[in-house]
């Protein structure tokens, strides 16, 4: 039997907006269509080093706050950061941002840190600006699916 591959989905929200989008991604990712995956998602503070070598990939889920991604969002990312030095190169990542009327920044400093770390972006962005629309909530569902059928795939 083919090992389980493993998607983790980490994100931030305040006022619920990401919220909607992440549980609309891990909709997607938990489609009956894709097997052979494993999803686990968990919000910024709740997840750790030990997630991230878990993961054979990664969907990062953000509010925009202050031109950057959230707090909690950096603080995840600043925390497992030396202990998964080496560890996580080249991790396929993908981002979905909710943002009042912009998201530039926010997708900047992911953007910034993912080289840095390094990830490597495998799927286009997705900006919400304003309203969490249905049109918004499908294309998170198919981001979901789409990196897990990826996985599943070993296309990344
Ligand atoms: C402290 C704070 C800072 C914000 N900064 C920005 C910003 O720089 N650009 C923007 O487009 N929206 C900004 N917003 C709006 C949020 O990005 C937007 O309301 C988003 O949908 C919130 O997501 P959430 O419901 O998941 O918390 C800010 C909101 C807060 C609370």
Redesign the pocket.
């Known amino acids: 039997m083919l090992a389980l591959k493993h998607l983790l989905i980490v994100y931030h929200?305040?006022?619920?907006?990401?919220?909607a989008m992440a549980e609309a991604v891990l909709r997607g990712a938990r489609s009956p269509e894709v097997e052979g995956v494993e999803v686990r998602m968990l919000r910024a503070g709740d997840a750790g080093a030990e997630d991230l070598l878990w993961a054979d990939a990664l969907i990062l889920g953000t509010?925009?706050?202050?031109?950057y991604m959230s707090g909690a969002v950096k603080d995840f990312l600043d925390r497992t950061y030396y202990s998964c030095e080496g560890k996580v190169e080249s991790l396929p990542y993908a981002v979905f941002i909710?943002?009042?009327?912009?998201?530039s920044?926010a997708l900047g400093s992911i953007q910034r840190i993912a080289r840095g770390y390094p990830l490597r972006v495998v799927q286009e962005p997705i900006i919400a600006r304003g309203n969490t629309t249905d049109a918004i909530l499908a294309s998170c569902e198919e981001l979901g699916m789409t990196m897990a059928a990826g996985l599943e795939m070993s296309v990344f």
């Open positions: 929200s305040q006022t619920g907006h990401t919220q509010p925009e706050n202050f031109g909710s943002a009042g009327n912009d998201g920044g």
